[in-house]
């Protein structure tokens, strides 16, 4: 599974990558929708003071997940324009990526192995749903090292497959959170 995990991680690093690019390159209504969807998020994100967000990458992050352009989302213009240069695999790995969403999760565990990513199993503050999730290169090994057992995290996660996950963009560590802190972060 090992093996697998470390594909799946390195087929959607190219992809992502793939896809910033063929948004940076874009002109025309996708490049209007891309600055008025960024504009909307820089104005939301202008007041709430947190350390160590990259708010131009999560902009990005969100552009892929959430962003529309005549009724199609990014990832249908994206594919429609060079899908077909994509091995099915590789298509059907990037179509599911408008489920990804950002939440706030507590780290439940962590696993490290030889053969395989580090593993975070994260769970859903607002839903209680567990996730299997995983690090690509996008984050930083200095912010990775602190997600542990215990700590809040928030962050957007993009599926890899129908079980397991991975961060998508930057996370920010809340630390361990009680009650009323986690209130106010949810808030």
């Known amino acids: 599974q090992g093996a ?13 990558e793939g896809t910033i690019d063929f948004i940076f390159d874009a002109e025309g209504e996708l490049a209007t929708a891309f600055e008025r969807f960024s504009a909307k998020q820089l104005l939301r994100w202008s007041n709430p003071k947190l350390v160590g967000l990259d708010r131009n990458s999560l902009t990005m992050d969100l552009f892929i997940t959430e962003g ?12 429609q324009a060079d899908g077909s240069n994509l091995e099915p695999v590789a298509q059907g790995q990037i179509s599911q990526w408008t489920r990804g ?36 290169t996008f984050q930083s090994a200095e912010i990775t090292k602190r997600v542990k057992k215990g700590e809040i995290v928030l962050a957007l996660l993009m599926p890899l497959s129908e079980q397991s996950w991975t961060f998508s963009g930057p996370i920010t ?14 808030g």
């Open 101 to 136: 969403f950002m939440g706030l999760f507590e780290v439940r565990a962590t696993v490290d192995s030889e053969n395989a990513p580090k593993e975070y199993t994260l769970k859903n503050w607002l839903t209680e749903q567990s996730y299997s999730t995983y690090a690509n």
């Open 173 to 186: 560590v809340l630390g361990k959170l009680g009650k009323p802190k986690l209130a106010v972060a949810i």
């Open 68 to 79: 529309s352009v005549a009724g199609e989302s990014v990832v249908q213009q994206y594919l």
């Open 4 to 16: 697998a995990i470390t594909k799946q991680l390195q087929q959607y690093e190219a992809l992502k």
